[in-house]
């Protein structure tokens, strides 16, 4: 791993000459210990005295009406305390995403319906003295289905004939109405192009495979106060919208999320059994957990959206893009959950990366009987960059233009208007590339493997590239909160919303507020995951918790600094602006005079300590990091097995402020979405619905021996001044630019180009075949 | 039906009672309250619940409780020495990035150890194949190979598992 560091040049990014004592290392992370004893308690690890265990009923049917459900022999079956159907839960439409009335999501789900849309959806709970006794329950209520015609793809959804699955006074299965993004004059450009392209990309259907399954245990106390603990990356949303559907005020809903074993954006849904077990344990008057099995994360979880992508762009013969048109189409799944922001996002961004002035793009997501597509990171952008970034390369090629040099001829620079519509910070994309171009010294690879002899075993080097928007920014309206609080003996508590994934955003925050008040890191103990106690966060997604909670975390940190300054200012009998904070020692900046911070604080003879408190709250609007991945593959000709061999992934973050932890995204990202690219796909059997492969058997991800080299490569080539120190996020860029890179590298490799994910050794076998037989 | 079983776990020797169809991962998890043992699947496809019986690494989600009569079972709390005591493994998870989430840590740390007792000192594609079925979705297992590495780097200086 590599850190170019380069002093910032903006006011509010501090001066040039700042030397940083925390921000910037690779301290240790704050919740590693407790990870690495198995001290530390995910949800599911919750001992609750007189614990029952839920478990959901699921259909067996894609499309259908209940017409019965008959479960009078499971509530027969001893040791069960409680079925719950349609008949017996509220009936209130909520928001599948708990981002209550945001634009990026939908109010289109019951906690149970009288009707299900899709195979798996639940139909009952059960709460049980044991899992084992559940299970059998499970098995006990049988339910009758009146079946109604369903369709499995986009294709079939939009045909007249169609079922609609959703009344929402839309076209035919639309989940909303279309996204249209018009800039410029797409016809002229297109009448100014030397070369037109137009081609049509196929998306298949990922799922994020976070290692621990959802789970939640529910416990109503004595005064009707649910405390809920639950694998979420949303804590403060699900804890809105339980309240509202179960009828509570908020401050009677306490979520609890302490150690949470992945998300990957798909834990900021809401999901059926949430509710069902805080019901459970309301009936039942006892604690109760639900945790899906594997096969439920599968059945009941959040994919990635399916989808194809009509994208038709013009280049005039320098390379310059004269117009872009693309036609997106998502698949929804059965329930609307993220689709409208997903499409957004992912439309909007092809209005960038590559300059282009006449854009023409539509985006629009199809509700289907198949499970639910959702947030994922990468969010829509995975999608439309595939598309623009292998159309790109064979531009090139036509051109005749070297592809990365057509890219940084077209590459976003600073001042140009973003997705979100603001003006993009620094030249990040360029340094990028021109980095990466360096460190794998592109002309020779690309001349080596020009110059390969024919041979059963072919390589080839690709390149992707991507930028990425920190913050949900328009889309929502987001906003960090965080509270610091000055302790007597010179310590400090950080209180702050934001989820742990797994990221290490919180002890990026901790350093964050030791830079800014100039303690040592292990000055600072951070507070987090309880939301009784800690300030309202939106939650941990759209790559912003560095940016947006670690913003907020400063500004706090910087009030509680101004405090302390302001209680040592007579004691050192000069001015507060003359003090300056290292190392908890406060000092008079010129002179020979100092104190410690620890003294200025505590409490003296007959008298309290100073109260300092800190409260900081940021509603950013957006920055974007950037990157570039270069990506060696060996595809052997006789299997059709596509290798990568080495991955050089190189990123703008403005600042890193944790740099193994930041290495750590970039890497898993690939890791996902050399998945994505080269063996992940949720299969639907498209004659009933029926999931094909839902297990970590079946669903291939790439493992240890899969996983070639990675060459991290980190630049702070152009700070935000939204992010703490210039900082944007990370989380979601590292899976975006992967994909393109190998498929790029494929057609360096062999010849032929694959317009679709996952590009599997049977597809390469048969386009080899195709090929030969063509030659021939 | 329960069944009175007794294993050594983590040095101390247990009796529980148990029903017969119960998982040891369960059974550690449940009646053993020792949840560092992770469940990621149940039915052996994820390394998550990982422990070590009788000198080998095995999927606890694989056995029946009842089979460990009589057993020893090394799990992740029994590794470090105490509060900020980590197991040279940990240690080296810690330094080098390898735990992000945490939920596969406690599978691959007892599988590390179970491949560092038999091979003290193996090869990047040996430590890959040990962990070959450990799923780890967060890091890439790049941060994992450097942790298990610098363990073995550190066996060969004279430190002991």
Known sequence: ?776 | MKRLVSMTVNGEEIELAIPPYRTLLDVLRNEGRLTGTKKGCDVGDCGACTVIMDGSPVNSCLVLGIEAEGATIETIEGQHAGPDLPHLIQEKFMDHGGAQCGFCTPGIIMMTKALLKENPNPTESEVRFAIAGNICRCTGYAKIVDAVLAAAEDLRKGRTL
């Open chain 1, 1 to 776: 791993m590599t850190i170019h560091q380069k002093p910032h040049t903006q006011d509010n990014l501090e001066d040039g000459k700042r030397q940083f004592s925390v921000v910037g290392k690779s301290v240790r992370r704050t919740d590693t210990f407790e990870k690495v004893t198995g001290l530390g308690k995910y949800s599911g690890d919750i001992e609750l005295p007189g614990l029952l265990y839920g478990k959901m009923k699921r259909s067996d049917i894609a499309h259908a009406l209940i017409k019965n459900i008959d479960v009078s022999k499971a509530l027969a079956l001893k040791g069960v305390k409680a079925v719950l159907t349609h008949r017996d839960v509220p009936r209130i439409l909520h928001y599948g995403s708990p981002h209550p009335r945001s634009a990026s999501c939908t109010r289109d789900q019951y906690i149970l319906d009288d009707r299900v849309r899709y195979w798996g959806e639940g139909v009952a709970a059960v709460a049980a003295e044991s899992e084992e006794i559940a299970e059998e329950a499970l098995r006990l209520i049988h339910v009758e289905y009146e079946p109604l015609p369903a369709v499995f793809t986009v294709a079939d959804a939009l045909k007249p004939e169609a079922p609609l699955i959703h009344d929402n006074g839309l076209d035919k299965n639309n989940v909303m109405p279309p996204v249209v993004i018009r800039r410029g004059d797409v016809e002229k450009g297109f009448a100014e192009a030397d070369l037109i392209l137009e081609n049509e990309y196929v998306l298949g259907r990922p799922v994020p495979g976070y290692m621990e399954p959802n789970v939640c245990a529910c416990q109503w106390d004595g005064n009707g106060k649910l405390t809920i603990w639950s694998s979420t990356q949303t804590a403060f949303m699900v804890r809105g919208i339980l309240a509202e559907v179960l009828g509570v005020p908020y401050n009677k809903v306490r979520v609890i999320v302490d150690h949470m074993g992945g998300g990957f954006g798909a834990k900021q849904d809401l999901f059926q059994h949430e509710f069902l077990c805080a019901l459970l344990a309301r009936q039942t008057g006892r604690p109760v957990r639900m945790e899906f099995t594997r096969k439920e994360t599968f059945l009941g979880g959040r994919t990635r959206h399916s989808g194809k992508i009509r994208l038709k762009q013009g280049f005039k013969a320098d390379g310059t893009i004269t117009a872009r048109h693309a036609r997106i189409v998502l698949d929804g799944g059965a329930y609307g959950s993220h689709s409208p922001g997903v499409t957004t996002v992912g439309t909007s961004a092809l209005t960038s990366l590559y300059r282009c002035e006449n854009v023409d793009l539509e985006g629009r997501a199809i509700y289907t009987n198949t499970p639910i597509a959702g947030a994922f990171r990468g969010y829509g952008v995975v999608q439309t960059y595939f598309a623009l970034d292998l159309q790109m390369d064979e531009a090139a090629e036509r051109l005749g233009i070297d592809p990365a040099e057509l890219r940084l001829r077209n590459a976003v620079r600073t001042g140009d208007l973003a997705p979100s519509d603001h003006p993009v910070v620094g030249h990040g994309l360029e340094a990028c590339i021109r980095r990466g171009l360096d460190e794998v010294d592109w002309k020779a690879a690309r001349a080596a493997t020009a110059a390969q002899p024919g041979g059963v075993k072919r390589r080839g080097w690709g390149i992707g590239c991507e930028m990425h928007g920190s913050s949900a920014y328009p889309g929502i309206k987001e906003q960090g909160n965080a509270i610091v609080k000055m302790n007597e003996d010179g310590t400090v508590t950080l209180l702050t919303g934001t989820a742990g994934l797994g990221t290490g955003a919180h002890t990026a925050l901790s350093q964050i507020v030791a830079e800014e008040i100039g303690i040592p890191f292990s000055a600072v103990q951070v507070v987090t995951g309880d939301t009784d106690i800690v300030p309202w966060d939106i939650g941990a997604f759209a790559s912003h918790t560095t940016y947006m909670g670690g913003r907020a975390a400063q500004i706090a940190a910087a009030e509680v600094r101004r405090q302390v300054l302001e209680q040592a200012a007579p004691l050192l009998e000069a001015a507060p602006e003359k003090l300056a904070i290292r190392e908890g020692i406060i000092h008079v900046e010129g002179a020979n005079r100092s104190i410690s911070l620890k003294e200025v604080v505590s409490p003296k003879r007959g008298m309290p300590a100073a109260q300092i408190v800190g409260v900081g709250t940021y509603s950013p609007t957006k920055s974007y990091s950037f990157a570039a991945h270069f990506a060696e593959v060996e595809v052997d000709t006789e299997t059709g097995e596509v290798a990568v061999l080495q991955v050089v992934p190189v990123h703008d973050l403005g600042k890193v402020i944790h740099p193994i932890a930041a290495a750590g995204q970039i890497e898993g990202g690939i890791q996902q979405g050399i998945g994505h690219t080269l063996s992940e796909d949720y299969v639907i059997d498209l004659t009933n619905g029926r999931s094909l492969n839902p297990s970590f058997v079946d669903y291939k991800m790439p493992l240890s021996m899969d996983m070639p080299p990675i060459r991290t490569i980190i630049l702070e080539a152009a700070p935000d001044p939204g992010g703490p120190f210039g900082a944007k996020g990370v989380g979601e860029d590292p899976i975006i630019a992967i994909g393109p890179a190998i498929t790029n590298a494929i057609y360096d490799a062999i010849g032929i180009r694959f317009r679709h994910y996952p590009i599997t050794p049977e597809q390469v076998l048969n386009a080899l075949r195709a090929k030969q037989k063509e030659a021939a």
